[in-house]
């Protein structure tokens, strides 16, 4: 069953036309890679799918909840929408810890509790010794994880990660594929924007993005 | 809120430098008002933190002076009132009302000594138990014996040896103690009875002993003394209440309420409005640009679930942080500082108590710096709250609508301000201020439309002052922040200082000598002769080579007393000269001398009407049908005496003189008791036997200088301090233009020129419209001062305002252009 389904979905900023009647659909435990070049609505897309962004037309429905309906966005956001992007992750001032508790806390979930929430989160992700450590005391690595930690916590079921491995080499790359692809496992639906190839080979179905319209859809077994 | 505050207040210790300045900006006010309410608090002694020094160890101090057998009128409530004889109480008498306690002799009176000067004096026994921890000792040791003192800090320059003149014996200074709540204070202490005499219980003032009792007196013991007539003050009962200290009596008014005028209340709202609002203002651009460099991590927090609302309160705690950190630092400097002040004040020789603070004026001016900060940070919490996350996510120019403010709404309140400061020019000065509040508020709202239009004037300027106007037109939330600040502060101080300088001009144009400029007058208020010859003779003494000109004055008849001469207006036109002639001293009688002198020259026609036995008077007002009205309280007056004007050579001077024909025609007694001579007044203080006064005519003598000098401080400070904030700021913003300007081939020169041209800008601005609205609001001010009978003066301070409006934005740009950074920034990539 898809957890979130764009329908016929367009994005007009004046006479750009950022997408063009997209429809995609990702189950929970899949993992979906976005694929194109530059400028053609890739990072949009993913705006649009976590409501970010509102479709010019066209539905966009979050575990079942059609967006255009929804009176309070950000509180989906903070409850079942995780984002993760290429850098801008984590805010500065805050620790490892304390930014994966934000969107808990801004849920009004009190600090001990957020605080649990995100150290058994950080845990998963294999970052729970960082807990305490400012941003600019981590790798490139460990940010983008944490960052993924924060896009999980609190039971959210879509993972919106927009060039993850932009700014990272080739191993800590597959490491945080590795921890995307193994959250999808465990029942995610991933949504992964990414203009590698070679990561793509870590999705259940690849997504190709041209002039904001999907030039092609395969699955991985085809990709392959 | 405990997420938004933890936010909040990491982001303000990431970027010390710009929080330190955000609070010292809010901090500002807070540290001012508590140190001046400290220092005050702390040199005030009330009558229970001067409890040791006024009573030592004694546990009650009762006065020698009383009633005898009083009549007790009970008023219900336990209050009562007595009326009776009045009585000296001896120590006999007093012993057997105070089973088991012991007396001991304490007085405080003045004491002359050789220089006539009087001094503070006590006679008290220190080395007894019951006097300890009156004065410290710091040198020397304590008077054991008759004819021995100790004397004040201070006082030790007088030597070892000081004449009591009036008890015609000489004491021996064995030490010197400190008054610890006067530290620097002058004064004498010594055994009873070698300061004032052996008869200390004459009753007139100052004597008493302090009671040492095996036990405390109580509430029932001191009714029962009182109610004999006895005055008495309990040690128990002044620590268990207090006293009347008059700062607790003002702020007991202030809780039970009391009618307090409107204008008070417009004006006090009004200053806290300006401080509020200039905090405001001065940290509002300071908060803006911190919201630029936070866009990124607020779209972040967006992402994250963050709603508009989550963005405008974390941005709006990042006022109410640093509000709160202004107020707590402003308030702990403050009392530090006013402790500090008054122990250094003490240093020379006013009062200190323990460190004490008004807390009820302390705690709601740090609530009024937190509100500051969260106003200051409002208008970027708004803006955060509008921002497009996508947009900035996206890396492009947020775009976030940029207001011209509220023209419309800024121009109804300059109406409304301008309307109500014209109906109020005539009242009372705080509902003037209340209504230029108005027309400030008006144009905060108007400054950003104002600093858009003034923009597009700058197409024909030189290119750094082009691109430093553009720009600073274009962040206009900055600029107009900055330039408002710069506005209300030059309105107050231009109000202010054409208000005040005209009420100085119009105090000097009405100002009437009653004796030609540089002269002195010597008055006798004795009643023999020989002590009047004593005045003279020391006169001669202090004046060695002056002339001295004799007159007479009235004497009452059966008394041993001066009486005043006046010369009455008689109704109809008069001006300021007969509001006073003569002064406070009464006309004088004499002889042609006197007269030659007091109209500063020889006037033969003058001369010869006074030989006619006809008073010269120096009003014209004064004089109706060739006669003057003379009052004296006497019976007989007032009459009426023939009388002719002359004018003297001093203008404006007022006054007359009376010959002595005309003075027995009316059948006045005289006697001689004034002297007047020439005079440059010296360094030392004239010196004069007692009884004797003197008046020195140095004509007005109230000047006006310190006073616009301390209005063009503030404006110097608040001038260039803010616009020096947003030129930092906006060099800070315009460092990626720098860079261009700096890869095209700009010079170093180029580049100052364009950061003066910033800070001219700004505070050209408000420079400007602040002198416009201070000139309207001082000229209203011109009105409450200054109107008598429908005629004004308004005089301008011309220096003043063109060093305000001229000079002030001159030195914030060649300061900003000469002190700012200005090394060339590099070029980056730039997110557009």
Known sequence: MSFVRLAQVSRHYGEVHALKRVSLEVAEGELVAVMGPSASGKSTLLNVAGGLDLPTSGTVTVDGADLAQVRDLPALRRRAVGYVFQDLNLIPSLTAAENVMLPRELDGVRTRRARAESLAVMEEVGVANLADRFPDEMSGGQRQRVAIARALVGDRRLVLADEPTGALDTHVSDEILHVLRGRADAGAAVLLVTHESRYAAWADRVVYLRDGEIVDSSLLEQVR | ?832
């Open chain 2, 1 to 832: 809120m405990r997420a938004l505050l933890r936010l909040s207040w990491r982001a303000a210790r990431r970027s010390k430098g710009r929080s330190a300045l955000i609070v010292a900006m809010i901090a500002l006010p807070v540290l001012a008002i508590t140190g001046v309410v400290t220092a005050l608090s702390t040199m005030a002694v009330s009558e229970r933190e001067g409890l040791t020094t006024s009573m030592g160890a004694a546990d009650a101090y009762v006065e020698a002076f009383g009633l005898i057998n009083p009549e007790v009128h009970d008023m219900g409530d336990g209050r009562f009132s007595m009326s009776g004889k009045g009585h000296t109480w001896t120590a006999g008498e007093l012993q057997p009302l105070f089973p088991g306690a012991r007396l001991v002799p304490h007085r405080e009176e003045s004491v002359m000594l050789e220089d006539r000067a009087r001094y503070p004096g006590m006679e008290v026994d220190l080395r007894d138990p019951v006097s300890s921890g009156m004065r410290r000792l710091v040198e020397g040791r304590l008077p054991a014996a008759a004819g021995e003192v100790v004397v004040s800090p201070p006082m030790r320059r007088m030597g070892t040896t000081l004449q009591l003149p009036q008890r015609n014996r000489s004491v021996k200074v064995v030490g010197v103690v400190e008054n610890p709540n006067q530290p620097m204070g002058d004064e004498l202490v010594s055994l009873p009875g070698t300061l004032f005499g052996e008869d200390a219980r004459n009753g007139l003032s100052g004597g008493g002993w302090l009671v040492d009792m095996p036990e405390p007196l109580l509430r029932d013991d001191v009714d029962r003394l009182i109610r004999k007539g006895i005055h008495v003050k309990s040690r128990a009962l002044l620590q268990e209440r207090g006293s009347l200290d008059p700062r607790e009596d003002a702020l007991a008014m202030f809780s039970y309420g009391f009618a307090v005028p409107a204008a008070m209340v417009a004006g006090f709202g009004a200053l806290l409005l300006m401080i509020v609002l200039e905090t405001a203002v001065l940290a509002g651009p300071a908060f803006a640009v911190s919201l630029r460099r936070r866009r990124t991590e607020l779209a972040m927090i967006s992402a994250q679930g963050g709603s508009s609302r989550h963005l405008r309160t974390i941005v709006a705690t990042d006022g109410l942080v640093l509000g709160g950190l202004a107020a707590v630092a402003g308030a702990a400097l403050g009392l530090g500082g006013g402790v500090a002040a008054a122990y250094v004040l003490s240093r020379f020789g006013s009062r200190i108590g323990p460190p004490d603070t008004q807390w009820v004026v302390v705690l709601p001016v740090m609530l009024l710096s937190v509100i500051s900060g969260l106003v200051a940070a409002l208008v970027p919490a708004a803006q955060a709250a509008r921002q497009s996350t996508t947009a900035v996510l996206a890396g492009r120019a947020p775009d976030v609508r940029i207001r011209t403010g509220r023209p419309l709404l800024g121009l109804a309140l300059i109406v409304a301000g301008l309307a109500a400061t014209f109906a109020a020019h005539a009242s009372e000065e705080m509902w003037i201020l209340a209504a230029m509040t108005l027309v400030v508020v008006g144009l905060v709202a108007l400054m950003p439309w104002l600093v858009a239009r003034c923009g597009r004037l700058a197409s024909r300027l030189p290119l750094p002052f082009r691109l430093a106007v553009r720009d600073a037109s274009r962040h206009r939330g900055r600029t107009a922040s900055a330039a408002a600040a710069v506005m209300a502060v030059t309105a107050a101080v231009m109000a202010f200082g054409i208000g005040y300088y005209s009420n100085y001009v119009d105090n000097r144009d009405r100002y009437v000598p009653i004796q030609p400029l540089g002269t002195l007058m010597i008055s006798g208020e004795v009643p023999t002769t020989r002590e009047w010859a004593e005045i003279k003779a020391k006169a001669v003494v202090t004046l060695p080579g002056a002339t001295f000109i004799e007159a007479h004055e009235i004497r009452e008849p059966g008394s041993e007393e001066n009486s005043i001469l006046m010369l009455p207006r008689q109704g109809g036109r008069c001006g300021p000269m007969c509001e006073r002639p003569g002064g406070d001293y009464g006309i004088p009688v004499g002889d042609e001398r006197l007269l030659r002198f007091l109209l500063g020259r020889d006037d033969p026609a003058a001369t010869a009407a006074f030989a006619a036995g006809k008073v010269v008077v120096f009003e014209p007002g004064l004089v109706r049908d060739g006669k003057v009205r003379i009052s004296a309280e006497m019976t007989g007056f007032p009459a009426d005496a023939p009388a002719v004007f002359v004018a003297p050579s001093q203008p404006k001077q007022a006054g007359a003189v009376v010959p002595f024909t005309a003075a027995k025609k009316l059948g006045l007694k005289t006697w001689e008791r004034r002297l007047y001579t020439r005079y440059t007044p010296r360094d030392e203080m004239l010196m004069l036997p007692s009884g004797a006064s003197s008046y020195y005519e140095a004509g007005y003598r109230n000047y006006m200088t310190p006073q616009l000098w301390a209005l063009f401080g503030v404006a110097f400070f608040f001038v260039v301090s803010g616009t020096f904030i947003a030129t930092r700021l906006a060099a800070a913003d315009s460092r990626p233009d720098l860079a261009t300007v700096h890869a095209i081939g700009g010079s170093p020169r180029v580049r100052r020129l364009l950061l003066a041209g910033q800070a001219g800008y700004i505070s050209g601005i408000g420079v400007l419209t602040g002198a416009v609205t201070g000139t309207v609001a001082g000229i209203a001010l011109t009105w409450s001062l200054t109107e008598r009978a429908g005629s004004v003066t308004i005089a301008i301070p011309w220096l003043f305002v063109l060093g305000v409006v001229v000079g002030l934005p001159l030195l914030a740009m060649v300061l900003a252009g000469a002190l700012m950074r200005n090394a060339p920034p590099p070029l980056n990539r730039r997110p557009t």
